[in-house]
Each structure stands twice: as structure tokens, then as C-alpha cells.
């Protein structure tokens, strides 16, 4: 069957080596497992201490469970975390792509958590994973303990016309002449800091990955102010997708009682540092409480 994901099986292959490359960042041990979801089965990892209170981990588009481990390093010594590869956005996540005009998301969502025997669980999003988890929360509030919320898709969106012009060109440089200088070229409205594997990795991407033109639908207000756990969104002032100032001012309308942190310097893709891997790891600890 023609995979609705890759080009070609070579580059598969070559996105399988980055994931590799990623989960081996990751302090063992992380456990790989399968659930049942009714899509079929769904692969995930598992690590942290087994008595630690249970965080489900939903990672960016296009990316992958072993590259979200590989940034909460700080969480897995507290923390049972479960990290699924989602679908249509992993070499590991089912080949398939869910629909946006309904539930499909977070029936997905709630399917790997009854696949992981949780009854409930603390939350966090990245960008297309922070749109499942909040259309997760909004769905089955029971399950979900507290909300968190990074660089988050579907509550505002930015300028298409602004992305376009910051982005077309050194797109089309890149995938006529994919070196070096014009990689970083194309990333630099996209990430803070320069990392050589995330870098690399979003250049094998851009080459190896079918493109999804779908953005995540806007939360309607409604869903945004019924949100009854605690939520905590963590957005980049720079970010040119979803604007953090936007996702603020949205959020400080709609659901008074959200912590909201809106990072200066911070671009889409928020920093690869230890330090900011540290700062993260001890802002959701003290938010999880």
C-alpha cells in the first residue's frame, strides 16, 4: 500500500536513523511498546520511574516520541512518561492521517490511554500535539489532570501572507540546493537556537516527508473557556505560526485562570539548550503539583 507519509522507502529509512539518533539522547531505560487504538496499533515509549505520576507527552508534526524524550530529560527522573507516536507525524506513528473536522484527535488520544491502562493523566502538548491535547481536554476533561501547553496549534494562528514571504523563497533555495547555508537560512525564522541534529533532521524532513498543507482548526471559544483542569501555556514572542502575544491575549479573555508564560527571543521551535531544557522541566514540575 502506498504510504500517504514518504516519498520513498529510502527515506524512511533515513527518518528511522534520526529517530535512533534521538532516542539515544534519552537516559535508559525507555520501554517500547504497542497499544490497541482503533486505527490500529499505535507505538509508544515509555520511561521514568514506574511509580511516578503519569504524563502523557504529544510531540510536534513531523517529528517523533524519541525526539520529545530527548528534551524532557529533567521530567524522567519524577515522572512515568508516555510519549505515542502520532499519526501522520512519525516514521513510528501509524501511516495514516486523521481528520481536523471532528473528533478523530482526541478519540485517538483517549484510545492510547485506555491502550496504557490510564484512567487519567497530566498532559503536554508541542505545536500539532498541543492542538490534540487541548481538543483531548476539551473532549474527556476526566482524563486529563493538568493541561499544558507549549508552542501550541489551534488557539491563534499568524499571518499566512507574513509565513509566506519569510518562508517560500528559502524553501524553494533549499530544495533546489539542499546544503549547509541554505538549510539555516530556511530554519532561522523558525528556530531560537541552532542545533546540528534538529537541524539536520528537519532538512531530512523536508526532503524525505510527504508535506501536510492542514493547519489544526482554531478552538472555538467555547471549548477554550469550559477547560475545567489546570492550564499552563508556555508560547514563543517570536513565533511566526502561532504568535504568543495572540495566544495570550486569546487565553487571558477566555480562561482567566490559565498560567501563561510568553517567552522572550523565543521563535516556533523554542530552544535546544540545557538551560532551557532544565527551566522547562523544573516550570512544569512546579505546574504539575
Not at 512515568?80 to 502520532?86: E, F, G, I, K
Not at 478523530?104 to 491502550?115: H, L
Not at 504568543?244 to 516556533?268: F, Y
Request: with cysteine; aromatic share 8%.
Amino acid at each position: 500500500m502506498k504510504s500517504c507519509l514518504f516519498k520513498t522507502e529510502a527515506g524512511r529509512d533515513r527518518l528511522d536513523q534520526w529517530y535512533e539518533r534521538f532516542l539515544a539522547k534519552t537516559v535508559p531505560p525507555v520501554d517500547s511498546v504497542f497499544v490497541p487504538t482503533r486505527h490500529g496499533e499505535n507505538h509508544v515509549l515509555v520511561a521514568g520511574p514506574e511509580d511516578g505520576q503519569p504524563l502523557v507527552v504529544l510531540h510536534a508534526m513531523r517529528t517523533g516520541a524519541s525526539f520529545i524524550l530527548a528534551e524532557l530529560g529533567p521530567l524522567l527522573t519524577q515522572y512515568r512518561v508516555y510519549a505515542p507516536d502520532l499519526p501522520g507525524h512519525s516514521v513510528r506513528g501509524l501511516d495514516m492521517r486523521l481528520p481536523l473536522t471532528d473528533d478523530s484527535s482526541a478519540d485517538w488520544a483517549a484510545d492510547v490511554m485506555d491502550g496504557l491502562c490510564l484512567d487519567s493523566a497530566h498532559l503536554l502538548g508541542v505545536s500539532w500535539g498541543g492542538y490534540i491535547a487541548r481538543a483531548t481536554a476539551s473532549q474527556r476533561p476526566e482524563r486529563v489532570k493538568h493541561l499544558a501547553l507549549l508552542v501550541p496549534a489551534g488557539i491563534a494562528n499568524g499571518s499566512h501572507l507574513t509565513g509566506l514571504m519569510k518562508m517560500a523563497w528559502p524553501m524553494i533555495r533549499y530544495q533546489f540546493s539542499p546544503n549547509d547555508a541554505n538549510l539555516r537560512r530556511l530554519l532561522s525564522p523558525l528556530v531560537s537556537t541552532w542545533d546540528d541534529d534538529w537541524g539536520n533532521f528537519i532538512g531530512c524532513a523536508i526532503r524525505d516527508l510527504k508535506m501536510d498543507p492542514r493547519i489544526p482548526p482554531i478552538a472555538t471559544d467555547e471549548k477554550l473557556k469550559n477547560l475545567p483542569m489546570p492550564v499552563l501555556a508556555i508560547v514563543g514572542e517570536e513565533d511566526i505560526s502561532f504568535p504568543g502575544k495572540l495566544i495570550e491575549q486569546r487565553l487571558r479573555t477566555l480562561l482567566p485562570t490559565a498560567e501563561i508564560d510568553v517567552l522572550p527571543d523565543c521563535k516556533h521551535c523554542p530552544p535546544t539548550t540545557p538551560e532551557f531544557r532544565q527551566w522547562l522541566g523544573e516550570r512544569l514540575t512546579k505546574f504539575f503539583v
